[in-house]
């Protein structure tokens, strides 16, 4: 079966086809680099590493592009606020971001292009509507002109007679319901970095950059565009229109947007104090990849829960994974041809491969997975030697899609640090009173096989025999 996705321009799942057998162009919006972005962003970029991930297992060549949007109205506040030059402001997030990504295992773009290394894109395109009636000057800023564009509002599934023609907005985010002619370039202000350009000086609106840098790096027509639900208006609506009234040609064959992460069922915010960044998390001694699990494990276009709870399970199933390559590493088999395995493979790959083609059922693909992992268990007698080394490579295979890491226990001292790492967490937080997650953390550390037993000499940690 073909990969079949939910593309959000037709509003239906249908199948996925490149325009160049054998590639895919692939535009990520990346982050807005004036803070540490939260565990909302990384739900976000580990589905589309986890697409990306997808595609390369079918032997896909990915060309993937992520912007980092260092010029807009929260950097610029943001630098204003700290009284720091803009360029020291982003530089600090980006290092930030990309320490991030390495954190979660996340495959690294071919390109992070920076918007204010990319203005002279954006006036060549803004120049371009203006020639072609698209767009107008007014008060020295450069507005689109929506009524231009009949398809305007097809991706978000807008009401065209709602449409506001012929007012503008300068703000980069605003809601459905005030729907307006948008800002390309805004005329230069006082404090605020500008450009020289034909319409006059000013810097570039938000919407304009992500056109401009992926026509710089795809062309104006390519395959596959991703980001949140909350990008789809007034952002992606807004480049369609511009990208496509520019050039005449289609801009992006299938957009691709995930749902929104809740904390605890609630929407995530600093008033409500569940705003998390992922060094937060960190910091408290969860452990990465068992975040990432959690962020890949439910399917992309539903919501998200995330609780602390749910990382103490996503761990416990990360342990299982990670108990069974290192029983397949460490334990001896009877010498022999493979016996067993070959099939056991053949339908874990015919079941995973199913469901991920299934726009990314990453639910049914993870159940062949730990299904796979049963029927290995339940038939170790029977194996030989000659079936370790198949067993052990089918698993690498699903984990070049899932990123979860190297697998099998850690050896030697690096899991004696990880696990007084924990004991350490533990005692911090029965110190707080917060038994719950001192109980978690048993629990992580149970699951990988090490029993904790509290002595009136402190903790000591035993491995518990397989």
């Known amino acids: 079966m073909s990969l079949r996705l939910f593309n959000t321009l037709n509003h239906r799942v249908e199948e996925f086809h490149e325009i160049e057998p054998g590639k895919v162009g692939l535009y990520t919006c990346g982050?807005?680099?004036?803070?540490?972005?939260?565990?909302?962003?990384f739900r976000s970029y580990v589905f589309e590493d986890l697409l990306k991930r997808w595609l390369q297992f079918k032997g896909?060549?990915?060309?993937?592009?992520?912007?980092?949007?260092d010029i807009d109205d929260k950097t610029i506040r943001k630098s204003t606020a700290e009284g720091v030059?803009?360029?020291?402001l982003t530089d600090r997030y980006i290092a930030s971001f990309f320490a991030d990504l390495q954190t979660l295992n996340l495959l690294p773009a071919d390109v992070y292009p920076r918007a204010t290394e990319h203005i002279?894109?954006?006036?060549?395109?803004?120049?371009?509507?203006?020639d072609r009636g698209h767009a107008y000057v007014r008060d020295g800023s450069v507005y689109f002109r929506i009524d231009s564009f009949p398809e305007y509002g097809r991706l978000a599934g807008l009401d065209r007679a709602s449409l506001q023609a012929g007012t503008s907005v300068d703000a980069d985010e605003y809601e459905k319901e005030n729907v307006q002619d948008f800002v390309l370039w805004k005329g230069a202000r006082e404090g605020e970095p500008s450009w020289e350009a034909p319409f006059g000086p000013g810097r570039p609106g938000w919407h304009i950059?992500?056109?401009?840098?992926s026509r710089r790096y795809l062309g104006d027509h390519f395959d596959l565009h991703m980001g949140g639900v909350d990008n789809i208006f007034p952002?992606?609506?807004?480049?369609?229109?511009?990208?496509?009234?520019?050039?005449?040609?289609?801009?992006?064959?299938c957009w691709v947007h995930c749902q929104h992460l809740i904390v605890d069922n609630q929407k995530m915010s600093k008033s409500l104090g569940n705003f998390f960044t992922l060094r937060d998390l960190v910091a408290e001694g969860h452990d990465p990849l068992a975040i990432r699990y959690l962020l890949l494990s439910t399917h992309y276009r539903k919501l998200l829960n995330f609780s602390r709870e749910g990382i103490g399970m996503a761990a416990q199933s990360l342990a299982r994974i990670r108990e069974?390559?290192?029983?397949?590493?460490?334990?001896?088999?009877?010498?022999?041809?493979?016996?067993?395995?070959?099939?056991?493979?053949?339908?874990?790959?015919t079941d995973f491969t199913a469901a991920m083609d299934d726009d990314l059922n990453v639910s049914g693909a993870l159940g062949a997975l730990f299904e796979f992992m049963h029927t290995v268990n339940q038939g170790w007698s029977q194996l030989r030697a000659g079936d370790a080394p198949l067993l052990r490579d089918a698993l690498e295979r699903i984990n070049s899609v899932l990123g979860l890491g190297s697998l099998g226990r850690p050896a030697g001292d690096r899991l004696a640090e990880e696990i007084e790492r924990k004991i350490a967490a533990r005692q911090e937080a029965r110190k707080n009173r917060d038994f719950a997650r001192a109980d978690?953390?048993?629990?992580?550390?149970?699951?990988l096989g090490i029993l904790l037993l509290d002595t009136r000499d402190g903790v000591v940690w035993k491995r518990e025999k397989s």
């Open 31 to 41: 982050p807005t680099v004036y803070d540490h972005a939260h565990i909302g962003n």
């Open 60 to 69: 896909l060549r990915v060309f993937h592009v992520m912007n980092l949007t």
């Open 85 to 88: 030059p803009l360029r020291e």
């Open 120 to 130: 002279a894109g954006m006036i060549e395109i803004v120049q371009g509507l203006l």
């Open 209 to 213: 950059e992500c056109s401009a840098m």
């Open 235 to 253: 952002h992606h609506e807004n480049e369609i229109a511009q990208s496509r009234a520019f050039s005449g040609k289609p801009f992006v064959n």
């Open 324 to 349: 069974f390559a290192f029983r397949l590493d460490s334990e001896p088999f009877p010498a022999g041809a493979a016996a067993e395995a070959g099939p056991w493979i053949e339908q874990l790959v």
């Open 440 to 447: 978690a953390i048993r629990d992580e550390l149970k699951a």
